[in-house]
């Protein structure tokens, strides 16, 4: 169970500003099959202007193959998203694909995986003549690293390009990249570099948190 608060707050003569960020998540692992789940919500705002209300709750699995080691496995996943920032009322989003572990060592680790969305949006706005309300399917690619240095500094990520299957010019960038330093057996301090883009709403944010990590292994 891994739980991250981060955030700043910025308050002078000309005004004021806070962004807050609240991440849980909750992974098993086993040695054919993982599964995590997320919580995230990010809220914030800019001489009393709302600048963030964004909520991302996410659950996915993974199936390894039986011989060790393991390099290919089957994943899956459900999510849902609300973001004021993006302009997004509600996605939901499932899909089904396949990985691959390039390098797959106890402090290293670099994958790549593929595989296709089922995707249905309720947007703020869109360029004129696209519905708001609509249904897709996306291929979506990601890598996803992790390197843990002396057992004291760890530096993982993800990175997501989702494209429409039936347009090029739709598509979903996301990138989260965390660098970590242990100051407990159960507590880090933490900084985060977060992106997202949509090119319907043509809307992105950038985000880079510093605070603390709680850890519990059970």
Same mark, same amino acid.
Do not use: C
């Given at each position: 169970? %891994?739980?991250?608060?981060? &955030?700043?707050?910025?308050?002078?003569?000309d005004g004021? +500003?806070?962004?807050?960020?609240?991440?849980?998540?909750?992974s098993?692992?086993?040695?054919?099959?993982?599964? *995590?789940?997320?919580?995230?919500?990010?809220?914030?705002?800019?001489?009393?202007?709302?600048?963030?209300?964004?909520?991302?709750?996410?659950?996915?699995?993974?199936i390894?193959?039986?011989?060790?080691?393991?390099?290919?496995?089957?994943?899956g996943?459900? +999510?849902?998203?609300?973001?004021?920032?993006?302009?997004? *009322?509600?996605?939901?989003?499932?899909?089904?694909?396949?990985?691959?572990?390039?390098v797959?060592?106890?402090?290293?680790?670099?994958?790549v995986?593929? &595989?296709?969305?089922?995707?249905?949006?309720?947007?703020?706005?869109?360029?004129?003549g696209?519905?708001?309300?609509?249904e897709?399917?996306?291929?979506? =690619?990601?890598?996803?690293?992790?390197?843990?240095?002396?057992?004291?500094?760890?530096?993982?990520?993800?990175?997501?390009?989702?494209?429409a299957?039936n347009d090029?010019?739709?598509?979903?960038?996301?990138?989260n990249? *965390?660098?970590?330093?242990?100051?407990?057996?159960?507590?880090?301090f933490?900084?985060s570099?977060?992106? %997202?883009?949509?090119?319907?709403?043509?809307?992105? %944010?950038?985000?880079?948190?510093?605070?603390?990590?709680?850890?519990?292994? =059970?």
């Amino acid at each position: 169970m %891994n739980y991250t608060a981060t &955030g700043i707050v910025n308050k002078t003569n000309d005004g004021r +500003s806070y962004v807050l960020n609240n991440n849980l998540r909750f992974s098993i692992s086993k040695k054919r099959i993982s599964a *995590n789940s997320s919580a995230l919500w990010i809220y914030g705002k800019q001489n009393e202007s709302r600048t963030n209300n964004d909520i991302i709750a996410a659950l996915d699995f993974n199936i390894y193959e039986r011989r060790q080691p393991a390099r290919f496995y089957t994943w899956g996943l459900a +999510s849902y998203e609300s973001s004021f920032s993006l302009k997004i *009322n509600a996605r939901v989003q499932t899909g089904l694909g396949i990985g691959y572990n390039i390098v797959d060592r106890p402090n290293v680790v670099f994958i790549v995986s593929d &595989g296709i969305l089922y995707e249905h949006s309720d947007l703020y706005q869109t360029p004129e003549g696209i519905d708001n309300d609509y249904e897709t399917a996306r291929n979506s =690619f990601r890598i996803k690293f992790r390197w843990v240095i002396k057992n004291r500094v760890t530096i993982d990520g993800s990175d997501f390009l989702q494209h429409a299957l039936n347009d090029r010019k739709d598509y979903i960038v996301k990138s989260n990249t *965390n660098v970590s330093v242990k100051l407990l057996r159960w507590l880090s301090f933490t900084t985060s570099l977060v992106y %997202n883009k949509i090119s319907l709403t043509n809307r992105e %944010n950038l985000l880079l948190n510093y605070g603390l990590t709680i850890e519990k292994y =059970f």
